[in-house]
């Protein structure tokens, strides 16, 4: 599945999100970089509150108080700083250009509006259409992310609707303005494992269709393995290891990445115990002065406590952070 993607859509540098609470400053995203490539599908995987969804959040510019980017960082989509824009700029950019599956469609669906006028809103807002030409637009979005009888549909409100046709409906609207990056933040929580399935390779479709480039955040390793060209393992707010999706299952490098890899259950572990990572993530609002990792990793040396580990490249478009592998490859 892991193709090489020449030009770049998405170049984010040294991105940190901090939040500024009574408490302290927690720093839930502390200098990630990364790229996305056109037609290509981003994983990013990590722990609950490692900084996978404040990341896509970023992107969208829906980072609000008491959060706040900080300055230098860089979110570059094509020539434009996403980190700096106004917002009447970045909504211009938001469900247009990108546009954004969230996690729980029952809340992120307004339940006074009817699906088919949350779908027409983002069309009339990005593009010189009548209401008509934008119902009929609806309509065709809907019938084209497999929901049946959909000139029906557009006039149900989502209460009236499974929670499978929801993030259809959600997934619709994503696509409404034919977005060049899709992020999709957990797509098939609360879904049973059959509407999973089918939500994944609606997905698939839609980007072999349309050519959108689709930036996934999940837990799921499975999920992974079935959608990604690409990863990126998070940890702490910082991106530790990033491979194409082969490369990344068959030769993990960050201990990290070794640990989530060791605890996804199979067919071989027959009635074994799964491994598990010993510990907790660092408190954001106080983190370690060394490697976020370290007083969980089994390989921990000394200098791991008391300063951050470099980039370093090991493999084509395969990097990591972690002081194991300082000697083996170049910085890029």
Request: glycine letters at 4%.
């Given at each position: 599945m892991e193709q090489v993607k020449n030009k770049k859509i998405l170049d984010v540098q040294d991105l940190k999100v901090y939040f500024y609470t009574q408490r302290g400053v927690s720093k839930?995203?502390?200098?990630?970089?990364?790229?996305?490539?056109?037609?290509?599908?981003?994983?990013?995987?990590?722990?609950?509150?490692?900084g996978k969804s404040v990341t896509a959040m970023s992107i969208l510019g829906l980072v609000d108080e008491p959060g706040k980017i900080v300055e230098g960082s860089k979110i570059m989509y094509g020539d434009t700083n996403l980190a700096t824009v106004s917002d009447d700029e970045i909504r211009k950019i938001r469900g247009n250009d990108i546009s954004m599956i969230f996690q729980e469609p029952m809340t992120s669906l307004n339940p006074v509006f009817t699906v088919g006028r949350q779908i027409t809103e983002n069309i009339l807002l990005h593009e010189d259409v009548s209401k008509e030409e934008a119902n009929e637009r609806a309509v065709k979005l809907l019938e084209m992310v497999g929901i049946a009888r959909p000139e029906k549909i557009v006039t149900n409100y989502p209460h009236q609707l499974s929670g499978g046709m929801r993030q259809r409906v959600m997934i619709a609207m994503a696509l409404a303005c034919n977005p060049k990056l899709l992020i999709a933040d957990e797509p098939t929580t609360?879904?049973?494992?059959?509407?999973?399935?089918?939500?994944?390779?609606?997905?698939?479709?839609?980007?072999?269709?349309?050519?959108?480039?689709?930036?996934?955040i999940t837990h799921d390793l499975g999920v992974v393995a079935q959608m990604a060209d690409h990863v990126n393992v998070m940890y702490a707010g910082k991106v530790v290891e990033t491979a194409p999706v082969f490369e990344i299952f068959k030769n993990p490098k960050h201990p990290y990445t070794k640990g989530l890899m060791a605890s996804m259950p199979s067919l071989s572990t027959g009635g074994e115990r799964l491994e598990t990572i010993e510990g907790n993530v660092p408190n954001p609002i106080n983190l370690p002065e060394g490697?976020?990792?370290?007083?969980?990793?089994?390989?921990?040396?000394?200098?791991?406590?008391?300063?951050?580990?470099?980039?370093?490249?090991?493999?084509?478009?395969?990097?990591?952070?972690?002081?194991?592998?300082e000697n083996e490859g170049g910085n890029d």
């Open positions: 839930a995203v502390d200098g990630n970089n990364f790229r996305m490539y056109e037609n290509e599908t981003l994983a990013i995987v990590g722990e609950s509150g490692c609360a879904l049973d494992v059959t509407i999973q399935a089918q939500i994944l390779k609606l997905m698939n479709d839609l980007k072999e269709k349309t050519g959108t480039s689709i930036m996934l490697c976020y990792f370290a007083d969980r990793c089994p390989n921990c040396m000394e200098k791991c406590k008391k300063a951050q580990p470099k980039d370093v490249k090991v493999a084509s478009r395969h990097h990591v952070s972690c002081f194991l592998y």
